[in-house]
């Protein structure tokens, strides 16, 4: 007797379960991956970034070559939202030369779905740049590859997201796939890259606002060329004397033989030190090259200042 009603309650439990189901995820995430045939610096300046979500704005920013924000491949993320929510990007990028007029506009949207992760590519086009006074694609359109698309896309239709996507997305000069270990020379110059050996001398220079510098050029390999983070670090034996270091974001110029360069890093001197104390000296320099990816390269060199200043 006590069997069969053990046996009855496990039959009912299972009947109940199964009538109720098990709900899934309600909320889901879209990643978009912005990529550029555009490069910062010379050819836009500026980016101003509109997200929305469920129609309404939920980050409206612009990103400068300055800053050091306007940097490419990138990611914009809709984070935990609700099954079936709608977003957008709207991307305006600016050249130097006019602060109103943008180069290209670039939509892209999408939805939700509930237990998802998914990347969203947008790519700024250089066919999609429009000349002053042409047509623009009438809304609720968008360029792509030089023609006017909707710029909807089917959610069904992404890729889950994958870190490894910014890897494939652009070909890059500087860090091409399977390109070895990073590699970063210490050179000289303001407009171009030239090579230095070990105390060589270097022209110490006065700079326009005060102060006395030299200039030093780096030449890179197996590095991002856009958004590395390139720090200057100097070091006078002699003295004990520690240079205050520079910091900068700059897009990388294309060299020969695979690499790529990045001169006219002005590397100002005097400080703690006056300038007097520091002619004829020998400094160490280091420069240490960090990518968006977290890759780093290092290079070292002594140079000699020379005595007089230019």
């Known amino acids: 007797m006590r069997t069969s009603l053990l046996a009855a309650f496990a039959l009912c439990f299972l009947v109940v379960v199964a009538g109720c189901g098990v709900a899934g995820p309600t909320t889901g995430t879209v990643v978009i991956g912005v990529t550029s045939e555009l490069l910062s610096g010379a050819d836009m300046d500026r980016m101003r970034v509109v997200l929305r979500a469920g129609g309404e704005v939920v980050r409206d920013d612009v990103m400068t070559q300055k800053s050091g924000q306007l940097f490419f491949p990138r990611e914009f993320f809709f984070s935990d939202l609700e099954d079936g929510t709608a977003v957008e990007i709207s991307l305006e990028a600016f050249g130097a030369e006019d602060a109103d007029r943008p180069l290209l506009v670039r939509t892209a949207s999408t939805q939700v779905l509930g237990g998802r992760k998914l990347l969203l590519e947008v790519r700024l086009e250089r066919e999609c740049v429009v000349a002053p006074g042409a047509p623009t694609c009438p809304a609720p359109q968008t360029c792509v590859a030089g023609g006017c698309s909707a710029a909807g896309v089917d959610p069904r239709r992404l890729e889950p997201y994958s870190a490894s996507w910014k890897a494939d997305a652009v070909p890059d000069v500087c860090k091409p796939a399977g390109g070895g270990e990073p590699i970063v020379?210490?050179?000289?110059?303001?407009?171009?890259?030239?090579?230095?050996?070990?105390?060589?001398?270097?022209?110490?220079?006065?700079?326009?606002?005060?102060?006395?510098?030299?200039?030093?050029?780096?030449?890179?390999?197996?590095?991002?060329?856009?958004?590395?983070?390139?720090?200057?670090?100097?070091?006078?034996?002699?003295?004990?004397?520690?240079?205050?270091?520079?910091?900068?974001?700059?897009?990388?110029?294309?060299?020969?033989?695979?690499?790529?360069?990045?001169?006219?890093?002005?590397?100002?001197?005097?400080?703690?030190?006056?300038?007097?104390?520091?002619?004829?000296?020998?400094?160490?320099?280091?420069?240490?090259?960090?990518?968006?990816?977290?890759?780093?390269?290092?290079?070292?060199?002594?140079?000699?200042?020379?005595?007089?200043?230019?």
């Open 185 to 310: 020379v210490v050179g000289e110059g303001q407009a171009d890259y030239f090579p230095l050996e070990d105390l060589d001398e270097v022209q110490v220079e006065a700079g326009p606002q005060g102060g006395y510098h030299i200039f030093v050029a780096t030449r890179i390999k197996n590095l991002r060329r856009s958004g590395s983070t390139t720090v200057v670090n100097g070091f006078v034996p002699d003295l004990g004397y520690t240079v205050e270091p520079l910091k900068v974001i700059f897009t990388l110029d294309q060299d020969e033989g695979g690499f790529c360069k990045l001169p006219g890093l002005r590397f100002r001197l005097d400080g703690e030190r006056g300038i007097e104390e520091l002619l004829g000296k020998v400094v160490e320099i280091e420069a240490t090259v960090t990518d968006a990816d977290g890759d780093t390269g290092t290079g070292k060199r002594k140079v000699t200042l020379s005595q007089t200043i230019l």
